[in-house]
């Protein structure tokens, strides 16, 4: 009674860390995908900017073309050859300055597509992320409602025996669970405490393969239990 009080002990703890678990991984899953919005959020920002740098440059080469053909429809009222070389010298500064517009807004045309290409691509991975996790989470959570459906059982079981030891020796238990971390029961099958790892004086281990008598450790207190001997009177 005493071993399979543990083991249900052990079930609820390790219900609990479950919970904990799930809570810790939620808490993570939040934490990454606020991340990725971040840093979506930073690259359409830097996007917005680039289209802002890309319309500014178009004006840009809209003037310098409007310009050059402004220039040249003067050609026809030149009278010197000091106007010409002066219309010459601004028309060269026209094509110049639409060259040197229209490569800029070629560089910048391609980051922005190169920008927006890998946001998309980026939301997707976002988005199959989210979905991801929120499977997993989901199957966590059906596997621990199931178990924590069982808990009631197990509180039920517990309170059995606890009847059924007696309350001086289920309070027992109880100390040195809450004092040894939830493990009140070792096995003592192997001539020592299987959880502290001290030898067993050989009268208490003959004693403990009888099953004739509750024993404790002597260094960790908890109740030794030769489970060897348990498995082959069931």
Do not use: W
């Amino acid at each position: 009674m005493l071993l399979e009080l543990q083991q249900l002990d052990d079930e609820l703890r390790d219900l609990r860390r479950a919970s904990a678990a799930l809570d810790a991984l939620k808490a993570e899953n939040a934490e990454t995908l606020s991340f990725f919005e971040a840093r979506l959020s930073e690259r359409a920002a830097q996007i917005k900017e680039t289209q802002a740098f890309c319309e500014e440059k178009r004006a840009e080469v809209q003037q310098a073309e409007e310009d050059l053909r402004h220039a040249r429809t003067r050609m026809s009222s030149i009278s010197s050859q000091r106007e010409l070389t002066a219309l010459n010298k601004e028309l060269d500064a026209s094509r110049k300055s639409i060259s040197v517009r229209s490569e800029e807004l070629k560089r910048l045309t391609e980051e922005l597509e190169e920008a927006q290409r890998d946001q998309a691509k980026k939301s997707v991975e976002r988005a199959a992320l989210e979905v991801e996790m929120r499977d997993v989470e989901a199957r966590l959570g059906a596997d621990l409602e199931a178990r924590h459906a069982g808990a009631s059982r197990i509180e039920g079981r517990k309170a059995e025996l606890k009847a059924t030891l007696g309350g001086a020796l289920f309070s027992r238990y109880t100390r040195i669970s809450k004092a040894r971390g939830g493990v009140a029961v070792a096995d003592a099958s192997g001539g020592k405490c299987a959880v502290c790892n001290i030898a067993i004086p050989p009268q208490v281990y003959i004693r403990l393969q009888r099953l004739e008598s509750l024993e404790s450790c002597s260094n960790c207190q908890r109740y030794l239990i030769f489970f060897q001997g348990l498995e082959a009177t069931e």
